[in-house]
């Protein structure tokens, strides 16, 4: 047999999906699972998505232009508008969700070798895309402790080498719902200026911002409008992940460039998806806030919950729909798959990434778990029942000195 | 500004797209531009695939498994069974398009510096992703004389580095229409075996083979089974290419490990897309028939009206819905550029995809235009009238010595 790549060797796993067997295996035992591992929102699509889809009249289902339909290109520039985001229709160019975006981002801007730098915990899958374009992560741990404010902007200076090429964030932030201050935003602006570095900037949750504090595009940044490289999805604002359609938006005409090259390469992104995303954008209001409640609510109970239960704590997330929690605990990976495997409480269990995927750099979070708040609030209420039992009985526990 | 990728620069144009904006501004013009480059049936989608789309009444458009849906990829197993392919649901991997399974193909399977042969004129966008994944293409050139047979495979073998890890065909062959023998598959399983190759294998057009030979599948050949990744999609076959879903089949196990890697990565392929797949499965047997006797004649339409224009030469092809056709031209880029820009017949003109694109690794093919029957025979009929009518006048006139 001829010899598998060592680039698909050291993807890693997702820390999202790992444990998805020893779920499987507790569900066939007749154990409930709550799904709280996963950025999967139980909310419904909008209405106006679905009559899209079920009225299309077309007799063939063609390719799209490789950079998307036109009309939704500049439906969306009238929405990042409202955001005060200044982009044209022409800067917008439409992937297959999210993480094409981000693959397409990487593929065009960074050569093997070439270095990003990275805020953690992160997004597990931008180290995957990372290494799918032959780069490499430089990452710098937040602290649960300091609720994952932005490490210092000379921690990042430290980090740059003539290969570093960009900085990567994602603001609100997925996994911790963190939101970057002004000051914080205006670090990093200097940082790009002066080392002449891409910002990649995923900003996928701006929907869903809860303190009042104003979200900060990179677009809104001065003075760095070439090296901004935002990905967006429609996924979590309008709860059609299924979709598969994201966004890449730049106003460098050589990043773009290399882009289109991208998109021509995979022919088309969805078309079904696109006709289906241009509708959302049509949302009515009240259902954009209806579920912006929706996320108030079940933020305010999670948190509420989790800092209540002996051992555990939570800081407040600002924006998205995860928290990163501490437990008291020897290893949350040991302890999510036990929850899956040996644990059930009135025949339930609770299903929770460990956090250690969504640190790539450092051994940090060794006793963190994301919980991505997407059930409701009867469901999150058992969650935190089943948590607290099963804290209670865990033979990995361990308290913590010193804890917050 | 930060510089972008190298691997972005040398990414080439699509040779079908490069002269999009021509046309766009032929249209402009008000010159009908009839579109032989790109290969967009207009035949319609399975009314199937259609009725499942409008029926869909789920609340929330949510992610697949990120293999694909498993009904889908049991129904797929039972399709490629009918064409006596020995796999299982387990083996097949869902896309998004045939696009993303070569990609994943030779992301799993190749490292940087790798090298992979592959017959030309070939599918451009191979290119393009053995780029993306940091691969060498070798290629061996075919020729119109002989009607694009599979080179000898001493020509292959000649090839064969350290570095070689697979073969990549495509069969029924886009551009050519060729199909190859079972001689011809039999060498190449022979030398698969004999250096534990990849065969990756691009079997698309299956549906559409029209001499009475047989199709051979890759995964008819035995003793390779565990060499073989076999790339499919929906888009040709059931003319749905705005689906983008595709698979990929391996009975490799490492292999599929790092390809569902990969997958995991990008989360999922697209829910409707899938939905509708699967329902095309069910297409009523007389619409697949009424398809593929419509491209019967029009290929018979086409071939003969091409060989009677003075100096022109098509081989019959056997399979897909394309021809790679000789012209009495100096240069087949020239030609069709000035098809779109510098040419009309009764304020009509044709696309046509220069040949050149499709072979990467030699200068043949100046002269050969890649031609798509995806107009229905009236339409055919006016572009075989514009094609002779611009020959006579092109500036670029050229006899071929010795021509066919």
């Known amino acids: 047999m001829p010899t598998v790549s060592e680039r698909g060797r050291i993807m890693p796993d997702s820390p999202i999906r790992k444990l998805a067997p020893l779920a499987h295996e507790a569900k066939e035992r007749g154990v409930k699972v709550f799904h709280l591992n996963i950025g999967q929102p139980d909310l419904p699509t909008?209405?106006?998505?679905?009559?899209?889809i079920r009225s299309i009249d077309r007799k063939i289902l063609e390719y799209t232009p490789s950079e998307g339909i036109l009309s939704f290109r500049q439906k969306l520039e009238k929405y990042y508008h409202k955001f005060d985001i200044d982009v044209t229709a022409d800067d917008i160019i439409v992937t297959s969700g999210g993480s094409e975006a981000v693959t397409f981002a990487f593929m065009s801007c960074l050569d093997p070798g070439d270095e990003i730098i990275v805020p953690e915990p992160a997004y597990a899958n931008y180290e995957a895309f990372a290494i799918v374009a032959g780069a490499k992560i430089k990452s710098?741990?937040?602290?649960?402790?300091?609720?994952?404010?932005?490490?210092?902007?000379?921690?990042?200076?430290?980090?740059?080498?003539?290969?570093?090429?960009g900085i990567m964030i994602c603001n609100p932030n997925n996994?911790?719902?963190?939101?970057?201050?002004?000051?914080?935003?205006?670090?990093?602006?200097?940082?790009?200026?002066k080392y002449d570095l891409y910002l990649f900037s995923d900003e996928v949750y701006r929907e869903f911002c809860y303190t009042g504090a104003p979200y900060i595009s990179a677009f809104h940044l001065e003075g760095i409008e070439q090296n901004v490289v935002l990905v967006d999805s429609v996924s979590k604002r309008y709860s059609e992940c299924g979709l598969r359609i994201g966004a890449l938006i730049t106003k460098n005409q050589e990043v773009k460039k290399n882009v289109i090259k991208f998109c021509q390469a995979r022919l088309s992104p969805p078309l079904i998806g696109q006709i289906a995303a241009e509708a959302s954008l049509d949302a009515d209001p009240q259902y954009m806030l209806d579920n912006y409640n929706e996320y108030v609510q079940r933020r305010k109970f999670l948190i509420d919950g989790l800092n209540r239960i002996d051992g555990v704590y939570s800081p407040i997330p600002m924006g998205a729909f995860y928290t990163v929690a501490r437990l008291p605990v020897d290893n949350a990976d040991k302890f999510c798959a036990w929850l899956l495997s040996d644990f059930q409480y009135e025949g339930q269990t609770v299903?929770?990434?460990?956090?250690?995927?969504?640190?790539?750099?450092?051994?940090?979070?060794?006793d963190e778990v994301r919980i991505a708040y997407v059930l409701n609030k009867t469901d999150l209420g058992v969650c935190l029942k089943i948590l607290a039992e099963a804290l209670k009985v865990y033979p990995g526990r361990?308290?913590?000195k010193g804890a917050v």
């Open 46 to 52: 909008p209405p106006e998505a679905l009559a899209a």
């Open 140 to 165: 710098i741990a937040g602290n649960i402790e300091e609720g994952f404010v932005l490490p210092p902007i000379e921690e990042f200076e430290k980090l740059i080498t003539p290969k570093t090429k």
């Open 351 to 366: 299903f929770l990434a460990p956090a250690s995927g969504f640190y790539t750099g450092s051994d940090k979070g060794q």
């Open 175 to 193: 996994p911790t719902g963190y939101l970057y201050t002004q000051q914080e935003m205006n670090a990093i602006r200097d940082l790009v200026k």
């Open 398 to 400: 361990k308290e913590r």
